[in-house]
T-cell receptor, first 112, second 116 residues
Framework: KAGVTQTPRYLIKTRGQQVTLSCSPI?????VSWYQQTPGQGLQFLFE???????NKGNFPGRFSGRQFSNSRSEMNVSTLELGDSALYLC???????????FGSGTRLTVV | SQQGEEDPQALSIQEGENATMNCSYK?????LQWYRQNSGRGLVHLIL?????REKHSGRLRVTLDTSKKSSSLLITASRAADTASYFC????????????????FGQGTILTVHP
């Protein structure tokens, strides 16, 4: 079956702009999580959605937001981009909590 | 904040040797998971071990969990060059329905290099 699909793969944005990243989970997976990976901070949890509801949120500013649609596809948005937002953003899907997650290949965001 | 700390940070071995990576964590967990990442790409799920389990196997992988010591280890037997990657442990803390449940906290990872 198809894996987790993230689009776009690469993005270059200017400080102050906003960006939307997309994630299509594995068919049948209703839990979608987002992570930020940077060399300095490693992998950090952003948020988790299940059946269109945010169930969990990490310690990120309100500029980071997300949503999940009825088909379980998810988007995350970062507004007023800062240089420090440059990172690999990873989406992961799972049947539910307590199961292993399947990760997408990520979106590499560069803020200049 | 990082819950898991991995040791060693880097490991270099020859093909055919075994590789052991350790992970320590701070709070009680529901389960602990190991992932592999190649060259900054997406993570690949290797094994999930629940808090009431002590050992799990999957092919050449063996994971142990000691909840009294809050530690886990990943053993890769008969390593291959293709095993070269970064390996992360991730803890899923809290009981079912708890606010932390489903939120994975990752360690900084172990970089494994297997030389042909």
């Amino acid at each position: 079956k198809a894996g987790v699909t993230q689009t776009p793969r690469y993005l270059i944005k200017t400080r102050g702009q906003q960006v939307t990243l997309s994630c299509s989970p594995i068919s049948g997976h209703r839990s979608v999580s987002w992570y930020q990976q940077t060399p300095g901070q490693g992998l950090q949890f952003l948020f988790e959605y299940f059946s269109e509801t945010q169930r969990n949120k990490g310690n990120f500013p309100g500029r980071f937001s997300g949503r999940q649609f009825s088909n379980s596809r998810s988007e995350m948005n970062v507004s007023t981009l800062e240089l420090g937002d440059s990172a690999l953003y990873l989406c992961a899907s799972s049947y539910d909590r307590g199961y292993g997650y399947t990760f997408g290949s990520g979106t590499r965001l560069t803020v200049v | 904040s990082q819950q898991g700390e991995e040791d060693p940070q880097a490991l270099s071995i020859q093909e055919g040797e075994n590789a052991t990576m350790n992970c320590s964590y701070k709070t009680s967990i529901n389960n602990l998971q190991w992932y592999r990442q190649n060259s900054g790409r997406g993570l690949v799920h290797l094994i999930l071990i629940r808090s009431n389990e002590r050992e799990k196997h999957s092919g050449r992988l063996r994971v142990t969990l000691d909840t009294s010591k809050k530690s886990s280890s990943l053993l890769i037997t008969a390593s291959r060059a293709a095993d070269t990657a970064s390996y992360f442990c991730a803890t899923d803390a809290g009981g079912a329905g708890g606010t932390s449940y489903g939120k994975l906290t990752f360690g900084q990872g172990t970089i494994l290099t297997v030389h042909p």
